[in-house]
């Protein structure tokens, strides 16, 4: 499902395995787990994997993928990228440097936020934008869970190229549809069909590297959420922010 989000230059792979074949982490990857409960292995694990098979969409050999703060992959030399897993997903997306400046990607449940959540990421215009949250089992859209996953994928998008934390409420997002329903209709297509769209992200904390607003493309398919936001190397002379 990622790969519909992003250009044909960024090497995409995806998974809804839980788990990953027995030697798939470098020595060094395990140790970074080595005392970590089963899910957080298994999620390090199968996000490594789909690592892997970006890098080979490159022509690139396997390597490692360390992390450094807030868990930020570090990518070889000339690549950037992002991972994301959830239950049921687990991606990577890979580019280079060329080609992409940065990129973030984000798979979630699609279900409403637990409680208490929603009113801690959203700012108040985005909340009227986006109306109450929807209950479970009536095929409606969690605009909520969108709007948290399209705001983690642009905080990856930020933080590698600032290295300045992004704090969800300094994000002001505007959703867009592309699937045929109109823009105010929050239900989900019939016949198993996906819901897409697309997202713009005014930064309310700038930053000469990028952009002041950035901009995305989210996903509902199969019980899943994915979102996605990149720039490329030369948004000055395209972007007038």
């Known amino acids: 499902m990622i790969e519909l989000l992003l250009p044909a230059d960024v090497s995409c792979a ?5 788990t990953a074949p027995e030697g798939t982490l470098f020595p060094e990857e395990e140790a970074l787990v080595a005392k970590s409960v089963a899910k957080r292995r298994n999620d390090f694990a199968t996000a490594r994997a789909c690592a892997r098979r970006a890098m080979a969409g ?18 070889p030399e000339g690549i950037v990228g992002s991972l994301t897993h959830c239950n049921g997903y ?3 997306a890979l580019a280079r440097a060329t080609d992409v400046l ?7 449940p699609h279900a409403p936020l637990p409680s208490g959540v929603r009113e801690l990421v959203t700012l108040p215009a985005e909340r009227e934008r986006i109306g109450p949250p929807a209950p479970e089992g009536t095929g409606e ?7 948290f996953s399209a705001k983690e994928s ?16 300094q994000a002001d997002l505007t959703f867009h549809r592309t699937d045929g329903a109109d823009n105010g209709d929050d239900r989900l297509p019939h016949g198993g069909t996906a819901a897409e769209g697309t997202f713009t992200a005014r930064l309310l904390l700038t930053d000469p590297a990028l952009p002041t607003t ?3 493309q989210w996903r509902i398919e199969d019980g899943i959420v994915a979102t996605s936001v990149l720039v490329r190397p030369d948004w000055k002379d395209s972007d007038g922010s």
Request: proline fraction near 7%.
């Open 14 to 18: 995806a998974t809804r395995a839980e």
């Open 58 to 75: 490159l022509g690139l050999p396997p390597v490692a993928v360390l992390h450094g703060h807030r868990g930020r992959p570090l990518w």
């Open 90 to 92: 687990r991606a990577a």
């Open 102 to 108: 940065s990129l973030g990607i984000d798979a979630e």
């Open 141 to 147: 859209i969690h605009w909520d869970r969108v709007l």
């Open 154 to 169: 642009v905080f990856k998008t930020w933080y590698p190229v600032t290295g300045i934390e992004l704090d969800f409420v």
């Open 214 to 216: 950035l901009h995305g």
